[in-house]
């Protein structure tokens, strides 16, 4: 006989691996213990040395699908006086080896388990198992026992404590365990009615109001969804109207139906492989697909798009709504544009008591926010637009040590924050737009919980160097020492972390806006080095925006802008024109930029795309939806500044995008090959000088497929190794994981 004393880290709290080494321990016939400890699985295991050897190498080969274990530290120790094999009481102590997992889907066997009416979870809304459920927003603290959740006031009733208790039982200490007699419930609200207690009565009282055309604002996973008929314009038009979210595209939930679940899907959508496997996948996300047309979806979803925003149902909530209803639904966060979901029943009632009809509640709280992950094919595989429920806290191993714990707290829009510690790095799920008081709340929960949860107390913040940004003045408040970081260094350095390329890089860092370091409004730059030394080297000619920020959502301004600029005119038939120029002229509130973001506005109005803008990349988006693939782009021209640093010129484009005699498909087309024949121009140039092979292509604008598709195509030809994001957005999801490898870089 001997003993061993094994102590396992990573993902390895809340997928239900110490019932999988409770039943391998009792399978190998060994006594001894587990139980969690603060972020890691401590073992203490005796028997035979062949079982222990055998029961070392199973614990990582038969891990549960969930879960992540890193490699086992074994010691030999003492042998003590164990009759079996049992799970302890879980021990807390200091410790930054905690690893918190995202919310699950339903797995295949809860499923089936509540569709089955010989089961006594029959339909039951909240069913789950150690293999599945929430994980992320029911945590308040490791380790990971029921009483740190926010099932603790939820107390097992027989049934579900002799499954807990039971070692063969698949919830062995699942920790969100319930059922209808003990867990969490439905409630149905709508004024001047009388509230619909009970499940089933909550239930059916929802899919008659969806069918009646109403909005219901029902509570899920990370937060509350408004849901309605996707095939009813009624409903959706009313949605818009009453969110004031006028054009931005609205996510689809749609029924799983045939043997793969896709049934549906694939009458709404024409999708590669990959995307079919990552609907059905465990994160659930939602997924752009192209549309198929014609549809049974209304056109207001997705006006002038020509994807979808799909999703499978992930929980059982989600599965018993979408076949009770039978047809696709709408199912958009239910929250004030640009804010966190909203997650607390009072404030949805109150916040959106003139957007929705009716309220599904669950009293199952959700201790923090979590909206639904996004992804979208570009370049050959699916990539994320948003981090959220599913993939978010993601974690990722760096090939170094932070000198101290980092706090990163990331850019204003689509905000996410990330701690850096020992050799690990965790990025938030999405949070939002900041700038409003719901927004900074969770910004400020979300900080606090990373750093409760992780047990880090970060020794320094790292924000952006713009110092007009709200998480800027938040990190100059935060009473430890501050490090800036110009937002397309972080931008450069997140490619270049998330793939570990040790040699010199050329990164093409475009998007909208971002603080230079030269005072001016970046957003075409090229940059050449690695994280903590990047030399900028190349750009696009500058221009001004007539009246600053607000050519964001005017892209008539940014068209008017580029035609000065050029020397031209261009009839917009504005009332404000007049005075713009003069105020361009004078250089007042018109700050200079190299924007491809607002170039991509421009270009939109000037084909008569739109001259507005209600959300984000909105002209961009429209302007790559309608724009040819096949057509051959103009060849810009190149020179260098008298800082040295190669510009393109767009100025060559004007006159090809104001021609009648090319359709918009084609003018659309000539601009975006015409931006990516700059891209691999710039390269070749800049290869001669500094020999660089390695390029990466990162930002907001590099979510176009179209653009980056062109771009990586020509630059593999042209013999470059290129570079996209993978496991992080593109735009500015990933910019604080950006500024913890920029910091570093910079030896902080």
């Not at 028997?47 to 969930?66: D, T």
Request: glycine share 10%; proline share 8%; net charge neutral.
């Amino acid at each position: 006989m001997h003993a061993v004393h094994i102590v396992i880290i990573g993902r390895v709290q809340g997928v239900g691996f110490r019932p999988f080494v409770s039943r391998l321990a009792h399978e190998l016939n060994l006594t001894g213990w587990v139980r969690n400890r603060s972020g890691r699985v401590e073992i203490h295991a005796q028997g035979s040395a062949q079982s222990l050897r055998c029961f070392e190498r199973e614990l990582i080969r038969r891990a549960p699908p969930l879960a992540q274990p890193e490699t086992p530290t074994v010691a030999i120790v003492e042998l003590a006086d164990y009759p079996d094999f049992r799970i302890l009481a879980s021990a807390a102590d200091e410790t930054t080896d905690a690893h918190i997992p995202p919310d699950y889907f339903v797995c295949d066997d809860c499923l089936a388990e509540m569709q089955d009416p010989a089961e006594r979870r029959y339909r039951y809304p909240f069913i789950n198992c150690t293999q599945c459920g929430p994980r992320y927003t029911l945590i308040d603290g490791l380790p990971y026992d029921r009483p740190n959740t926010a099932m603790a006031d939820f107390p097992l009733c027989p049934a579900c404590q002799a499954e807990y208790s039971n070692p063969n039982d698949r919830r062995y200490h699942a920790q969100p365990l319930a059922c209808a007699r003990c867990g969490p419930g439905l409630l149905f609200r709508r004024l001047g009615f009388v509230d619909q207690t009970g499940n089933e009565a909550a239930l059916a009282a929802c899919s008659v109001a969806l069918r009646a055309g109403l909005l219901v604002a029902v509570k899920g996973v990370g937060g509350y969804h408004l849901l309605c008929d996707a095939a009813q314009s009624e409903p959706v038009r009313r949605l818009r109207l009453q969110k004031a979210r006028p054009d931005k595209p609205l996510a689809v939930l749609v029924p799983w139906r045939g043997d793969d679940g896709l049934a549906v899907v694939d009458t709404l959508a024409e999708l590669e492989p990959d995307e079919r496997a990552l609907l059905r996948s465990p994160l659930r996300p939602i997924v752009l697909g192209r549309k198929r047309l014609p549809s049974p979806l209304v056109d207001e979803i997705a006006p002038d798009l020509a994807e979808w925003g799909l999703m499978l149902p992930y929980s059982p909530l989600h599965h018993l709504l979408i076949n009770d209803f039978g047809k696709p639904l709408v199912a958009t966060s239910a929250n004030i544009s640009g804010e966190p979901v909203l997650t607390d029943g009072e404030e949805v009632e109150s916040r959106l008591a003139r957007v929705a009809d009716a309220f599904l509640h669950h009293d199952r709280p959700i201790l923090r926010p979590a909206d639904d992950s996004v992804y979208r094919r570009i370049a050959g595989k699916p990539r994320p637009i948003r981090l959220g429920r599913g993939t978010a806290p993601l974690e990722l191993a760096v090939p170094f040590s932070f000198g101290q714990p980092l706090l990163a707290v990331g850019a204003d829009l689509k905000n996410t924050v990330a701690l850096g510690f020992g050799r690990r790095l965790v990025v938030s799920p999405h949070i939002g737009n900041l700038g409003s008081p719901r927004s900074e709340q969770v910004f400020t929960q979300v900080i606090a919980d990373l750093q409760r949860l992780y047990g880090v107390r970060p020794e320094a913040v790292v924000c952006d160097a713009h110092p007009g940004y709200h998480a800027t003045r938040w990190a100059r408040q935060a009473g430890l020492p501050v490090i800036p970081v110009f937002h397309h260094y972080a931008h450069a350095s997140a490619l270049v972390g998330e793939h570990g390329v040790q040699d010199p890089m050329l990164v093409f860092t475009w998007d909208g806006t971002g603080y230079g370091e030269d005072g001016t409004i970046w957003g075409g730059e090229t940059l050449l080095g690695a994280p903590g030394s990047w030399l900028r080297v190349g750009t696009l000619k500058t221009f001004r925006l007539p009246g600053g920020e607000k050519a964001s959502r005017e892209p008539w301004r940014c068209a008017l802008a580029v035609c000065w600029e050029a020397g031209l005119e261009w009839q917009v038939g504005l009332p404000d024109a007049a005075l713009l120029k003069s105020a361009l002229e004078k250089g007042v509130n018109s700050p200079l930029t190299s924007s491809v973001g607002r170039l991509f506005d421009a270009a939109a109005a000037l084909m008569g795309i739109g001259c507005y803008s209600s959300y984000e990349g909105h002209a961009a988006m429209r302007l790559e939806a309608i724009s040819r693939a096949d057509v051959p782009g103009l060849d810009l021209p190149l020179s260098f500044n008298g800082a040295g640093i190669l510009v393109t010129d767009w100025r060559p484009l004007l006159p090809m995008l104001t021609n009648p005699a090319l359709s918009k498909a084609e003018r659309g087309g000539a601009f975006h090959a015409s931006l990516a024949r700059a891209i691999v121009d710039q390269a070749q140039h800049l290869r001669e000088i500094h020999g660089v092979v390695n390029v990466g292509l990162t930002g907001g604008v590099f979510q176009n497929r179209l653009l980056t598709e062109l771009a990586q195509g020509e630059l593999i030809e042209q013999g470059f190794s290129v570079y996209l994001s993978e496991r992080l957005p593109a735009g500015d999801g990933a910019i604080s994981f950006g500024q913890l490898i920029e910091a570093a870089g910079k030896g902080k």
